[in-house]
């Protein structure tokens, strides 16, 4: 079902979706080919399918490929930049999504 929140998979739309999942039981040692084989499908299927990766699951995406995924994604940003100014609930990866150069979140006229 279709929901209207700023980034789910699911927002934005009325179109099917369909979710795909890749799961390993190797020793995180050994995981190495695992990730190389969940980076290529998140991001050849976004190119082919403007398909989004699960957030809480490999998302090796930039913020300027989620941005044209996710039509609502700045108004995620400025949520997120409104909430938590100082960044104490981001850690690095988040961080380079909110704080991308093509983006800088803005809250009242200044950057943060």
């Not at 999942?21 to 980076?39: M, Q, T």
């Not at 995924?69 to 981001?90: E, I």
Request: aromatic share 14%; charged share 20%.
């Amino acid at each position: 079902l279709p929901d209207d929140t700023l980034i789910s998979m699911a927002s934005g739309g009325e179109q099917d979706w369909y979710a795909l999942s890749f799961i390993s039981y190797a020793k995180p040692a050994r995981r190495a080919g695992f990730f190389l084989f969940a980076n290529f499908m998140a991001r050849s299927m976004s190119r082919l399918f403007h398909a989004r990766p699960h957030w809480g699951k490999v998302c090796p995406l930039e913020a300027n490929e989620l941005t044209s995924l996710y039509p609502r994604f700045d108004s995620f940003r400025t949520v997120c930049n409104t909430l938590d100014p100082q960044g104490v609930f981001q850690n690095e990866w988040t961080t380079a999504l909110l704080e991308a150069d093509d983006h800088v979140g803005e809250i009242g006229g200044t950057a943060r």
